[in-house]
Nanobody, 115 residues
Framework: QAQLVESGGGLAQAGRSLRLSCAASRSIFTGNAMGWYRQAPGKQREMVATITRTGITRYADSVKGRFTISRDNAKNTWYLEMNNLKPEDTAVYYC?????????WGQGTQVTVHS
């Protein structure tokens, strides 16, 4: 049974928006931090955005001002709102949860941005 269930993603035109969601069990959701990574073809996986249990957020420089990470405590879900998408945002996006002693990863969802 998947611990993290991703949804969202797909194909978008440059300048448009997409939203990713990641749902988790309560025990995972209350971990230290959660967030999103991405991996483009031929490149290493990189951090996109993270949010701690206390709500502190951090973003990659390449997405600052365009992407927003948030969490819904009632739904045990966190989101990545991606605005003003660029072709270089094309990648497989993975949600993750850091419990300190173990990390969980989503199955990945493809985001493709065309100009």
């Amino acid at each position: 049974q998947a611990q993290l269930v991703e949804s969202g993603g797909g194909l978008a035109q440059a300048g448009r928006s997409l939203r990713l969601s990641c749902a988790a069990s309560r025990s995972i959701f209350t971990g230290n931090a959660m967030g999103w990574y991405r991996q483009a073809p031929g490149k290493q996986r990189e951090m996109v955005a993270t949010i701690t249990r206390t709500g502190i957020t951090r973003y990659a420089d390449s997405v600052k001002g365009r992407f927003t990470i948030s969490r819904d405590n009632a739904k045990n879900t966190w989101y990545l709102e991606m605005n003003n998408l660029k072709p270089e945002d094309t990648a497989v996006y993975y949600c993750y949860a850091d419990l300190g002693y173990i990390n969980y990863w989503g199955q990945g969802t493809q985001v493709t941005v065309h100009s």
